[in-house]
Nanobody, 119 residues
Framework: QVQLVESGGGLVQAGGSLRLSCAAS????????MAWFRQNPGKEREFVAS????????SYADSVKGRCTISGDNARNAVYLQMNSLKPEDTAVYYCAFRPNYRYTYDSWGQGTQVTVSS
């Protein structure tokens, strides 16, 4: 499995911005997808955004489309989530995830980073 470590979470006021980072290590495949999910206590984990390496493009949840941008740095084995115009409902623990493109489910997860947006 790939090891993932998130960083960049914190407390921000509504309307502010945060940039989350996820560093990956132990990757052995060249075709893969990385994503961000988020979860609040008692709720299911929800998809936020994904990026597929080698020209596969990006995908966003409707709730963040236009406010968030996912990007990747192959040289650093990292993925980022730039979040702008943050809302209180964006408050959650954000998780980084990885899957080889031959799998349909994500098989590696980070420990999560807390994002809190105050109103």
């Amino acid at each position: 499995q790939v090891q993932l470590v998130e960083s960049g979470g914190g407390l921000v006021q509504a309307g502010g911005s945060l940039r989350l980072s996820c560093a990956a290590s132990g990757r052995t495949v060249s075709r893969f997808t990385m994503a961000w999910f988020r979860q609040n206590p008692g709720k299911e984990r929800e998809f936020v955004a994904s990026i597929t390496w080698s020209g596969g493009g990006t995908s966003y949840a409707d709730s963040v489309k236009g406010r968030c941008t996912i990007s990747g740095d192959n040289a650093r084995n990292a993925v980022y989530l730039q979040m702008n115009s943050l809302k209180p409902e964006d408050t959650a623990v954000y998780y980084c995830a990885f899957r080889p493109n031959y799998r349909y489910t994500y098989d590696s997860w980070g420990q999560g980073t807390q994002v809190t947006v105050s109103s």
